[in-house]
T-cell receptor, first 112, second 111 residues
């Protein structure tokens, strides 16, 4: 199983760009990288998913280097409402649901 | 919008009781999952199901069982609850290999 490491917490201010890195040294060939956002008393919510290089959607970008041993979630111009816990998930979403591994989460605090 | 609902937000049970946690999704998804979430440990997969009556163990299946009699419903069963099963339980569903949609969670306290 992939071992996932994320920073425990990060602080930022409104309007800044935030980059959260996830380390997954023993990622397997078929593994995807997915990021989720979780607010208190709610289930995690999908943000973005990728396999390699760069993926961008309306809320975030995901950067994955060629060796795929890490990934970086980039949140442009954060607001107070982006204060949440962010989880990195690595796993084979095609054939191996039992091998899905979540990181322990990064608590992001955005201040005015 | 996908909706995943869980039968209870909060539950208090006694050691040794049989506990049922119910999850229902309304999007006809094939795959359903049960996780537990503990401080410092993130989310850990207990069981998942890829079809009616089909189930597979996740990372931490000990002390749990599951039931999927209908496609939209996935139940987690604690046969004899213990205090170390006090946790937040999250259900999720997914179509194929992509996004998992999570329910709001059930916070279970076992006394």
């Amino acid at each position: 199983l992939a071992k996932i490491t994320q920073p425990i917490s990060m602080d930022s201010y409104e309007g800044q760009e935030v980059n959260i890195t996830c380390s997954h040294n023993n990622i397997a060939t078929n593994d995807y990288i997915t990021w989720y956002q979780q607010f208190p008393s709610q289930g995690p919510r999908f943000i973005i998913q990728g396999y390699k290089t760069k993926v961008t959607n309306e809320v975030a970008s995901l950067f994955i280097p060629a060796d795929r041993k890490s990934s970086t979630l980039s949140l442009p111009r954060v607001s107070l409402s982006d204060t949440a816990v962010y989880y990195c998930l690595v796993g084979d979403m095609i054939t191996g649901f039992q091998k899905l591994v979540f990181g322990t989460g990064t608590r992001l605090l955005v201040s005015p | 919008d996908v909706k995943v609902t869980q039968s209870s937000r909060y539950l208090v049970k006694r050691t040794g009781e049989k506990v049922f946690l119910e999850c229902v999704q309304d999007m006809d998804h094939e795959n359903m999952f049960w996780y537990r979430q503990d401080p410092g440990l993130g989310l850990r997969l207990i069981y998942f199901s890829y079809d009616v009556k089909m189930k597979e163990k996740g990372d931490i299946p000990e002390g749990y069982s599951v039931s999927r009699e209908k496609k939209e419903r996935f139940s987690l069963i604690l046969e004899s609850a213990s205090t170390n099963q006090t946790s937040m339980y999250l259900c999720a569903s997914a179509e194929g290999a992509k996004t998992q949609y999570f329910g709001p969670g059930t916070r279970l306290l076992v006394l």
